[in-house]
């Protein structure tokens, strides 16, 4: 069973930096896909940034690319979203999902766990 918890939002300022946490309680975190979405109220979630198995492979919004890093400790059971450069429009609910399937997909259907969500607020 994969139960996901993030960590590490909070209250930034625009320009600044944070990294978002993702833990999995189970025994299986290397045999998921991994990524991050981000949803903001009356808007349908986003995908923002997806790791392979390995760790081998990224893929990002255009959005976030260049700011944002996804990277995944599979010893730790653990994947991390360092997001730099932060804007306003950057605030969402920011959420972890495991996808068995998944491979840097992009696409809400091809995951199968979701976390609960941290917020991210960046003030102008």
């Known amino acids: 069973q994969v139960q996901l918890v993030e960590s590490g939002g909070g209250l930034v300022q625009a320009g600044g930096s944070l990294r978002l946490s993702c833990a999995d309680s189970?025994?299986?975190?290397?045999?998921?896909?991994m990524g991050w979405f981000r949803q903001v109220p009356g808007k349908e979630r986003e995908f923002v940034a997806a790791i392979s198995r390995s760790g081998g492979s990224t893929y990002y919004a255009d959005s976030v690319k260049g700011r944002f890093t996804i990277s995944r400790d599979n010893a730790k059971n653990t994947v991390y979203l360092q997001m730099n450069s932060l804007k306003p429009e950057d605030t969402a609910v920011y959420y972890c999902?495991?996808?068995?399937?998944?491979?840097?997909?992009?696409?809400?259907?091809?995951?199968?766990?979701w976390g609960q969500g941290t917020q991210v607020t960046v003030s102008s």
């Open positions: 189970g025994r299986t975190f290397s045999s998921y896909g």
């Open positions: 999902a495991a996808g068995q399937r998944a491979v840097v997909a992009a696409t809400l259907d091809e995951y199968d766990y």
